[in-house]
């Protein structure tokens, strides 16, 4: 090595780099740095002939032990299966109707209906379930097609307006702004707003009344209490899906609302299906 190699202060030689007077030295690396470096290359060799590694056309290299940790999930899964087994009979032999609070049945179907829940409602009715706009709140009592736990099962079940369950709840609104006039539509929305409201024009809601019997009231009643053999809204109430001012209700009136809930039992098991009714039963809602 030449002394225009040698960092005279150091006595190490250097790479021949240098940055405004600072060399670069070129120290050799650590014993035990390198000894551990050259134990992870034969480490990761020895891996990669053991374990699964090494990804192919179709799939990847097995491994000579033939280790897959899916296999060991599809055990623990089926094993867990196997404990639940009898639990998961009864689950979907019950009448849920007729399940107490304080049965050991009951607390299963709250435990697994709420992982379920967790996992594939709550992106729509919410973490606790309350909803929001156009997206139903489970907590209340205010059901359109019923609320006890067999009624829930089969909204759960096949869904509802959806085009994949010919099973599926349906009710059709139509979009009076296609037959009323708007002074009309501001009529049977002044109506719709004096039922829970003391803040209304009279006239105006008088008139809309009229309007109401003879185009409404067939599907929500006289009364306009619903009727859940239709799935028709109590409007009476002043729970509303989609806003109860008067904006959203001549929304409402004119375009109509179509939501839409995928048909669950289509990609749960029916004891899922189950279990998610007997917790979003519990959870204070339905009757």
């Not at 240098?18 to 551990?36: C, H, M, Q, S, V």
């Not at 032999?93 to 594939?120: C, E, K, N």
């Not at 719709?192 to 109401?212: P, R, W």
């Not at 409404?216 to 619903?226: E, I, R, T, V």
Request: aromatic content about 10%; overall charge negative.
């Amino acid at each position: 090595m030449s002394d225009e190699q040698i960092d005279h202060e150091t006595g190490v030689g250097t790479t021949g780099h240098e940055w405004d007077g600072i060399k670069e030295l070129n120290n050799p690396l650590p014993r035990w740095w390198l000894w551990t470096f050259y134990a992870c290359i034969v480490w990761g060799i020895g891996y990669t002939i053991a374990y699964p590694a090494w990804p192919m056309i179709s799939g990847a290299t097995s491994g000579v032990l033939g280790f897959a940790t899916r296999t060991e999930v599809a055990q623990d899964i089926a094993a867990h299966e196997a404990e639940n087994a009898d639990l998961v009979a009864a689950l979907n032999a019950a009448d849920l109707t007729d399940l107490p609070p304080t049965d050991d049945l009951h607390r299963y179907a709250v435990a697994r209906g709420g992982s379920v829940f967790r996992a594939q409602c709550s992106q729509c009715h919410g973490q606790g379930a309350a909803g929001t706009t156009g997206f139903p709140n489970l907590l209340d009592n205010d059901w359109l097609w019923g609320g006890d736990q067999e009624a829930i099962a089969y909204s759960i079940r096949h869904g509802i307006r959806n085009d994949t369950d010919w099973d599926a709840r349906y009710s059709q609104m139509p979009a009076y702004g296609e037959i009323f006039e708007d002074g009309e539509i501001a009529a049977v929305v002044e109506y719709v707003t004096s039922l829970g409201n003391t803040d209304f024009d009279a006239s105006l809601a008088q008139a809309g009344e009229g309007l109401f019997m003879d185009n409404c009231a067939a599907c929500h009643g006289n009364d306009a209490g619903g009727n859940r053999d239709l799935g028709a809204p109590n409007l009476a109430d002043a729970i509303w899906l989609y806003g109860g001012d008067r904006a959203a209700l001549t929304e409402t009136v004119t375009n109509a609302r179509f939501g839409v809930m995928p048909a669950w039992g289509q990609r749960l098991s029916e004891e899922d299906v189950r279990a998610v009714a007997v917790y979003v039963h519990a959870l204070g809602g339905g009757e």
